[in-house]
């Protein structure tokens, strides 16, 4: 019978936290520990001079179904596998939200013998960065309502033009829409509003994408909370906010240091969304990884086509970050599913089924092509692929001159994932990558969705509403044109029809409107509809979750 | 020149935490490091056995007054002055919230040189306590809308007596009474709401009444969230909350060890609100101090009406602590208040208005006499003050036998507070305390609440409104009438009325209303109007808190 991912992680041995700061050269005296097993890191220890000559390596995926692809789970693997055929590897990811862990798939933190660790810790507050960037957003609006209520709106904002919302790191239906500010005149001045999800918050946008505290405090202070009733912006610098919500971000911009089941370095620090955020870790903890280890293997939300192009055009041309391969994780469950098997008929080995859902993985690896990326197809392993189901994959990737590797890390750690570390490691030092981002930020705002529309999502054209033309004039005007895009559409189609599954074509990307990011440094275009926060499920992982006298907590996973 | 508080804290040296831990007999290997100088603190530290023969100090102050009495300052002072002559001493206070830290008055860890340290962790997040109390409550807010929402409400809620609202740690008066689920069907079920500041969270009081993390868990679950139709109550463990809300507070039950400016130990530990909860750290906080040294000194919100009766009767009867003398803090300046000077006059001498303020003072040494302590007065020193005002209040008290003695510690840190730390000493180790709560938790809830006003407030009577009495009628019929009081009033008044300032008498205490605690254990009767959440001012002071590329943070005091 097979472990429980909880049973796993806690029968590893972890090693204590300086350990793992020695295996990357960091004294002692320069972590910030939180208990014996995680570390805070300063920024001093990123040395631009280091970088030069290392490997990144992106994990993305396919197109995502019910049937789960393990992406982080082959990132850790990976990580595992790489450094047990000698290259010093650290992983680099993102931070697991509670929302998750108390609505319906418990915490994340990888999965089988591909975890980091402590779980726990992880899952459940961790150091306290989202915590800090929850407070940090939520002082921004205390304030904007403050300045309205009780300094006289000295700022003429248009109650009816604020942007920026509250937000919470739980899955809570019931703050979406809310009404603000009832209760009569000492009680502030009643406005519509609502609550996102933390991991949706531009705070988190900004951190993620920051140099250092002083690039985030401005990226801060350049946030817009809204609008005047002339339609001019207003910033958060107006507010005088971004002193005091940079003070509470001081430890929270420190990358996190954990480790890997196999005693591995792990660096863990943001978690934004692939829909409207960037949907990768920071660019600090990148550079930190690529300063102190030889390679970095690091992942982005979703598929190639959202948290992928983001990583690449967004992360990379902010933080001058130049990925040497590329990772595309796939399932034979996955494929099988774009090919329209039931979930339930998933495990019936079926390799005709395998064949008809490959388009999707083959539209992933033109993408990464479009970024002149050489790709390596990730197969993550599950008991009930046949051995003629994976020939399938392997076969056609041999017709498409890319190589292809079984991931087998989530049942036997980094020696399943041995394949895997030496077909990536051929590919990245092959020399063949030679990343070009897809467009530059000064290309028009419709120039840059319609590249990325029809190059990546495989579109035939781009259709703007009304609204959505109205506010294009709006960014010419108050000059956020020649920021980058973020486009947010749904993660389970190439297109913004979650229905078009596999490789779907001849659609037209339809963007509703626009949200702004002009703090973090970008535009979302919002193609469909995006939930910024999510509802609990009718069976709550919460309801499982309890903890015993010896502090041993059971129903994580 | 004075410093103000942040340039004493910065030049001041603080010692690793592991040396302050071994100061206290703490191994390395058991305390959990929150970076070099704030650790948590296992329970297993806690020994019943050894707690017996340490001596107990309650810090309480006289009715506040806008002049300040400085109350955690003194009790910071008295430790350093212990330590000073040799008395093995830990100072356990509570920790601060957010709230003040942006809105009017900066940071609190005490002042000039008795101050705790790191000043600026321990006022921004320090070890996440109240974030994730925070998010225990608000995950229970989250499992009940999601319940009637989404598990048609099979436990019969009615919408309009639900009673929990969910908190943050701001001061956020737009969000004091909200609508929330608003958005069509798919958005939950709308009414209205609000939330509260974490201090004000029954998370925050069960946390720091409970003597371990099942008696909390225990505790969680016993939370009425609301009513049935039937007028039921209903409690959160039938939303099966309560597993994951204590899995979430495992390290934060731990209490936190820092740092006093002299080096000596301070334990930092939870923070309700001293209105509507009992103002005083975590019982296993001052536990955890008894256990370790053999002074602990500890301080409860507002005057002995307040934060004083509720430690006593409360805290002392849940926690079986028995504390052996109580310092009264008590200011020229307030003293003066009392009296009906205006603030700007308080820095004249005027003996005269000392002495008419003094019926407060003697109000609060007779309080404490009703719990048969011996009472010492601690004149906390300001430039301001004369001789001969000083001597007046040490002719009072010669009066009434009762010891006084300055306290500089605010000018002058340890050695400032010896007088005072000499005569604590011999007070508690006099013998002639012999500590006794006000009443029986067994008393009827009437009995409770009148012995209370009468003894402490001087109040002639007490009377329910409407509304009250229906409610005390629920309380007997559902079995809630055997838990203790929280009197709920305002802090400026021995009174109901803020404006009966010095020593009132002849009035009728007006109870509004009950709220219900019953997680924590205590029933909340409400005289008054009773702010469970703040508003910011009009100049808030996160307007001038920033940070530099160093990390260096200003404008905190």
């Known amino acids: 019978m097979h472990l429980s991912d909880q049973e796993i992680a806690r029968a590893s041995k972890m090693r204590p936290i300086v350990q793992i700061a020695e295996k990357l050269g960091i004294p002692e005296e320069d972590i910030r520990p939180y208990g014996k097993y995680v570390a805070k890191l300063p920024l001093k220890l990123i040395n631009e001079e280091k970088i030069k000559g290392k ?266 970050l130049k990925p040497n391969a590329v990772v595309i994780v796939a399932t034979i469950r996955a494929l099988k599913s774009h090919a329209g098997i039931p979930f339930d008929d998933l495990k019936i080995p079926n390799p005709e089924a395998v064949r008809a859902g490959l388009p999707n993985l083959e539209k992933h690896i033109e993408n990464m092509k479009h970024f002149m990326l050489v790709p390596v197809i990730a197969i993550n392993r599950f008991a009930t692929d046949s051995g003629e189901e994976i020939e399938e994959v392997r076969k056609f990737c041999q017709g498409l001159r890319v190589k292809a590797a079984l991931c087998d890390a989530w049942e036997r750690g980094g020696e399943g994932a041995i394949e895997l570390a030496e077909t990536v490691k051929e590919a990245a030092e092959s020399g063949k990558s030679n990343f070009t981002p897809l467009y530059d930020f000064d290309w028009g705002i419709e120039q840059k969705i319609e590249t990325v529309a029809r190059k990546i999502y495989g579109a035939a054209d781009v259709e703007y509403s009304v609204k959505a033309k109205q506010q294009l004039k709006l960014f010419r005007k108050i000059g956020l044109d020649k920021l980058p895009v973020c486009i947010a559409k749904t993660q389970y189609s190439l297109s913004d029809d979650p229905n078009l599954i596999n490789r779907p074509s001849g659609f037209t990307i339809k963007i509703r409107e626009f949200d702004i990011a002009a703090g973090a440094g970008f535009i979302i275009p919002i193609a469909g509809t995006i939930m910024r926060m999510p509802g609990l499920p009718s069976k709550p992982a919460a309801e499982n979750i309890d903890i015993d006298a010896d502090g041993n907590i059971t129903g994580l996973f």
């Not at 726990?120 to 915590?131: C, Q, V, W």
């Not at 209760?183 to 609550?195: D, H, I, T, W």
């Not at 990358?255 to 920071?282: C, D, K, M, R, Y």
Request: proline share 4%; hydrophobic share 45%; glycine share 12%.
């Open 55 to 320: 490997k990144l390596i992106l994990v993305t995926a396919i197109t995502p179904t019910k049937a789960g692809e393990g992406k982080t789970t082959a990132s850790i693997g990976l990580a595992e596998g790489l450094n047990k055929i000698g290259v010093k590897t650290a992983v680099v990811i993102r931070e697991p939200s509670l929302g998750p862990v108390f609505g319906m798939k418990g915490g994340a933190a990888g999965g089988g013998y591909a975890q980091v660790l402590p779980m726990e810790s992880i899952n459940l507050h961790f150091t306290g960065d989202f915590a800090a960037i929850e407070k940090a957003h939520n002082l921004l609006a205390a304030l904007l309502d403050n300045h309205i209520h009780n300094q006289k709106n000295t700022l003429n904002i248009d109650p009816r033009k604020i942007v920026w919302k509250r937000v919470m790191d739980m899955n809570e239906r019931a703050l979406r829409d809310v009404v603000i500010g009832l209760g009569g005149s000492a009680q502030g001045v009643p406005r519509e509003s609502g609550f996102d999800i933390t991991a949706a918050s531009e705070v988190m946008a900004a951190l993620c994408l920051s140099k250092d505290l002083m690039d985030l405090k401005e990226k801060l202070g350049n946030i817009i909370v809204g609008f005047t009733y002339q339609d001019e912006p207003v910033r958060a610098h107006q507010l005088k906010a971004q002193g005091a919500m940079a003070a509470l971000l001081k430890h929270t911009i420190m990358p996190n240091l954990v480790q890997t089941i196999e005693g591995n370095p792990a660096i863990i620090h943001g978690g934004p969304f692939a829909n409207i955020a960037q949907g990768s870790n920071s660019i600090i903890a990148t550079k930190m990884g690529l300063s102190l280890a030889d390679y970095v293997v690091t992942e982005a939300g979703f598929a190639s086509d959202l948290g992928g192009e983001k990583f690449l055009d967004l992360k990379c041309q902010y933080g001058k």
